[in-house]
């Protein structure tokens, strides 16, 4: 089995990598579980330190070039998860950029053996069910995510591919408005002065990477009858506080930790305004998502995850 992951020198690419070497064993789209026996991760940058395994391939290149993804896929890819952040390659028009690639996606599938599964790794900010009365997503994310969503049903209708949209949360230390909890978070654990750029008490609908990278793989392994039923699934979290993780520190520690030093970042502030605290995970539960961590789970996934 041929897995391709899109956005896969990431902080969620790499942990999807872990996961889905870790399983070893995939569905395919006719329901036959089948080893995997290569996996291509395609970003446009890599950092120093990536994961490394026999069966782990990595192509870098611009993620906008027309007909890449025919290029690294062939005619033999089963699966692919479509993990990358578009709105780094043009901050100015995300949406197009992340159309343009799930267009170039789609015609990739056209030429394969057999119609491959696609998992999108979309935003909770696309979830509008919090506000019944806005029609649309308050933030340029949560739009970008929501026209991404759209893309992939039509492709499904169309018996392009079989299309599976998970939306997740904030994923600490991964870029976005969590990012900046990677280096807080160590620096507290470490006992360093830290920065804060947001109020300690602003709740964040948050989750790990490594359990994003789960939950992804869980999207995969679910029968095209579950996704029928529910359609898009917000993936399990848990919303947390930078008072919260404060306390985790502390425990993790066993001494006290210090407060972070408050410098509020008004853009970043601004932005996190306009996220949901929270959506809803009970379908996704149903399921058999496993919940989202809690804020010693989050730590000790933050504490142990590779440092690039």
Known sequence: ????VIGGAGVLGQALL?????????TRSDAVPAPVRRVIAVDRSHP??????????????????????????????????????????????????LSDSLRDLFAACQLQS??????????????????PARALPASQGG??????????????RRGQVDGRVLRLPMIAAAPGCAEFLGELIAALHEGRPARCPIPPDAPLWLTSAPAAARALVHAHELPPAAWAETGVLNAP?????VNALLHAVARSTGRPVES????????????LAQYPHRVAIDPALTLGF???????ALLRDLVTAPHP
């Open 1 to 4: 089995m041929q897995v391709v």
């Open 18 to 26: 872990r996961a889905i070497v870790a399983r070893g064993v995939l």
């Open 48 to 97: 120093p330190r990536l994961f490394v395994e026999p069966r782990v391939e990595y192509v870098r290149a611009d993620l906008g070039s027309p007909r890449l993804l025919q290029a690294v896929m062939g005619t033999a890819t089963d699966s692919v998860f479509h993990a990358w952040d578009s709105g780094g390659a043009d901050r100015s028009t995300p949406s197009l950029a």
């Open 114 to 131: 057999s119609r491959p599964k696609i998992v999108l790794a979309s935003s909770f900010a696309a979830d509008c069910r919090a506000e």
């Open 143 to 156: 739009l970008t995510a929501l026209v991404g969503e759209l893309l992939l049903e039509e492709a499904r």
């Open 237 to 241: 979290a848990c919303t947390q506080s």
């Open 260 to 271: 972070p030093a408050l410098e509020p970042d008004p853009s970043l502030c601004e932005a």
């Open 290 to 296: 496993e919940d989202g961590p809690d804020g010693d």
